[in-house]
């Protein structure tokens, strides 16, 4: 009798099974609008040309190795990431009361974060601080938090479908119902899977309410620069909380606007109210973090790190590559709602222009999905949401033919 | 005017309170202490006996040819860096579960291990801990030997498991307890897990003998244990990866379905690249297959898939034949040197006159040796002597070199005479 006899068969992750189907797929027209990753106009993987710049420097480097990075990681990596989500001139980080934790990818900030936030946060080991995720979210949140111990995970109100925009009545109703010292998990831009963000007023609104009713901040950033192409746009909301004078955190990934999914390159950003908490918050991420990989990978954070911190570089990342990504996906919005609304596609497509970032949330409901998926063989999440960068010049007229029958033929 | 006074700090904390006022300071790294206050301390003839990372005879960390050649080999490849599946790399896990247990083994002819890359061997224990904690339907007692790596404990506590001990070093004979060891596994209550190191010993260096393998693996199975295998120094103990891997493999043969943890942080210098392999023997491949399925549930929330570099290092280096070879000659190079500066130390305390017996200086294996210094000794030697290493006397041999050899002879020579 084994030991694992009892273990059931666990569903596949939804995003990755819609991924492995579509390449079991042999039809000629097949479009894959499911996982989030960037696609060149050749529908291809693209490595950022600094990235393939950068890598060459680090392997011709003979005085690297390949020796431990501290527990908390990369210190220049560290440094770097904050500025950039803090902004240049951040008073905070003048003030020593802004630390990071190098992490793998956003995944692991956010888990790191979780795991602080389990244990030191609103008492200590409290389990029952109820956590709150839009709804909907990006499908991981859930697992993280409840992985990291806590008991009470909890949706605010985000999505209005019959709008298809931001249900920002609801949301400030969840905020002002919220138990007192609830954790919020907030998308700082290009909200996944929706694209739907909130602006610049309601984003003030949300804050003083939070504020007034004592709810922790967590910011998930893992588009920034790759939203609207400029990172301080994508850094507005983070960094007005801040001037606020809220203690928080940001879980930052890199895995989209450096191209490097698979190096796993994220960073916690701590906000702390002064040096002296900082320091102790750290000590105790650093336990967190020995337990869970020791220590981060090095490749990711050196690429990442050299690009941020030398001036030429960080111009030909940023005003070449980011903007050249952040360029295509607002191209391809702007044909496939004009395509749409020269078919005469019923309903109002102005949400395909209005959202932010990868992924748009169509208003295709679960029946219209299927048939897209089975008819049409355009891979899309059973959510609606389409990841932009999978259209091309040359698949988004059959994309946009494909959305109007199913529109048309299916209810 | 008291009053006024606390009445305004409270006011004040009112105003402005932190969330972390509660938030206790952590103790410091112990082993990581040691190399902070190294690199603080001035004195020319210092030595770093702490962390265990190899280094050369020049005292240098080292990055193996094998893994300089590969690194150019797939740097002309110009691969895309889209995300590996949940599981790692395919070319790496085959090639990582082939190693451990061997080409030929019914293990991997039937298909019925998971094999998932993990962020090295840490990531490797705690996602083995933490399926355990879901899954394990027996006690939520992990056996450690005592002593173990000092962060195996915080590992599977945080994952939701108890520890216990089984004896396992004898500070009289700086050797291996075997009677007490069998004597303790005798009385761990059934479907328990025991930890077991695979080869290499951390941090003791001491190893049970082959046939002492066997009546532990007989007792073990008596007692029906669930097995957990740290193999971390694989190649790096003895020079011979088959040789080091046997206890596991043999294990298997006596039909103990194990859990495995492998990192090659070590044997292949891949320290911060952080690669490792999680293994599962199941019953066949229909159970592989729900574990793994289970696997990819636990890690996903953790950091969604691993990094990608050093498993691409290591699988080129596994598969390609003169890669491959070169690999196992720099394994032998590393495990030669530290034999080498076993025996040199050795002999240098005899040389100075120690009364003591040193033989398990050369006894033990790998990359660490337990000296028997007590905690009074081990803060002379390092106060007086500037000669770092752990309050449990464990120093890192791979620290020794030809050229201060000699000086570590005496300074343990003056602290324990």
Redesign the interface.
Known sequence: M????????????AV?KLTADFREDSHPQKVNLG?G?YRTDDC????LPV??KV??LI?EDESL?????P?LGLPEFRSASSKVALGDDSAAIKDNRVGGVQ???G??AL?IGAEFLRR?????NNTATPVYVSAPTWE?HN??F??AGFKDIRPYHYWDAAKRGLDFTGFQDDLEKAPEHSIFVLHACAHNPTGTDPTQEEWKKIAEIMKRRNL?VFFDSAYQGFASGSLDKDAWAIRFFVSEGF?LFVAQSF?KNF??????VGNLTVV???SE?L???L??M???V???????????ARIVSKTLNCPELFAEWYAANVKTMADRVLLMRDQLKSKLQALGTPGTWDHITQQIGMFSFTGLNPKQVEFMIKEKHVYLMASGRINMCGLTSKNIDYVAQSIHDAVTTIQ | ICLQFSSLLLFCFGL?S?????????PP?PI?GVTEAFKRDTNPKKMNLG?G?YRDDQGK???LSC?RKA??LI?SK?L???????GGLGEFTKACAQLALGNDSEVLKSSRNITVQT?????SL?IGANFLSR????PRDVYLPKPSWG?HT??F??AGMQLKAYRYYDPSTCGFDFKGALEDISKIPE?SVILLHACAHNPTGVDPRPEQWKEIADIVKKRNL?VFFDMAYQGFASGDIDRDAWAVRYFIEQGH?IVLSQSF?KNM??????VGGFT?V??DAE?A???E??L???I???????????ARIASTILSTPDLRSLWLEEVHGMANRIIKMREQLAAGLKKNGSSHNWQHVIDQIGMFCFTGLKPEQVERIIKEYSVYMTKDGRISMAGVSSGNVGYLAEAIHAVTK
């Open positions: 084994s030991v694992f006899s009892d273990v059931p068969q666990a569903p596949p992750v990755f996982v990753a291809q993987p693209w490595v990235v393939k890598e060459r392997v190795n390949h020796e431990y990075l527990i992490a793998l990818g995944t692991g888990r030191w946060y609103n008492g200590v991981n697992a993280v409840a992985d922790f203690e895995s191209g490097l999914y698979n190096e796993r702390a109210q002064d908490n320091t102790r918050i000590s105790q650093e336990k967190i020995r337990t869970t990989w020791s220590n981060p990978p090095s490749q990711g | 402005c932190s969330w972390w006022g509660g938030v206790q300071m952590g790294d990581l962390v990372a960390p080292f990055v893994v690194e150019a740097a110009q895309d860096k889209e995300y590996l599946p949940i962020i090295s061997g840490t990531g705690r899954f394990h339907g027996g962060n915080p590992i506590r945080d479907q669930l379905n942080a210098g891949l320290y911060g690249e952080r599962v199941c019953k159970e297959k729900r574990v399925s289970q990819k549930i636990l996903r929330p953790i950091y969604s898939n691993p990094p990608m570099n050093g």
